[in-house]
Nanobody, 122 residues
Framework: QVQLSESGGGLVQAGESLVLSCTASTGKIGGISRLGWYRQVPGKQRELVATITSGGTTVYADSVKGRFTVSGDVATRSTSLHMASLKPEDTAVYYC???????????????WGRGTQVTVTS
């Protein structure tokens, strides 16, 4: 079974920085194709923040470009999100996600952490 555990959320003031980290706890797997972060506020759909593929291709939401940086390491099954120049509108629950193949020829499935709260005050 795959479990993703996030850490690093908290309460900060606008303009400050925060780093979120996530690690997957699992036995032997076939591979990880994508790692990243989504966020959700009450009453709204979960939205993509930033992702990175095993090949290093990144995708960012327009709202975080230039402020957030995603990194990922498939060998250590970990991903981080460096958030700078935080704004009150960045307040949300942030979820880590990884697309994992449990066996080399197996199906690719997405796994999610439980989320970590980020609150930015003005």
């Amino acid at each position: 079974q795959v479990q993703l555990s996030e850490s690093g959320g908290g309460l900060v003031q606008a303009g400050e920085s925060l780093v979120l980290s996530c690690t997957a706890s699992t036995g032997k797997i076939g591979g990880i194709s994508r790692l990243g972060w989504y966020r959700q506020v009450p009453g709204k759909q979960r939205e993509l923040v930033a992702t990175i593929t095993s090949g290093g291709t990144t995708v960012y939401a327009d709202s975080v470009k230039g402020r957030f940086t995603v990194s990922g390491d498939v060998a250590t099954r970990s991903t981080s999100l460096h958030m700078a120049s935080l704004k009150p509108e960045d307040t949300a629950v942030y979820y880590c996600t990884m697309d994992i193949r449990l066996t080399v020829m197996g199906e690719l499935n997405d796994y999610w952490g439980r989320g970590t709260q980020v609150t930015v005050t003005s």
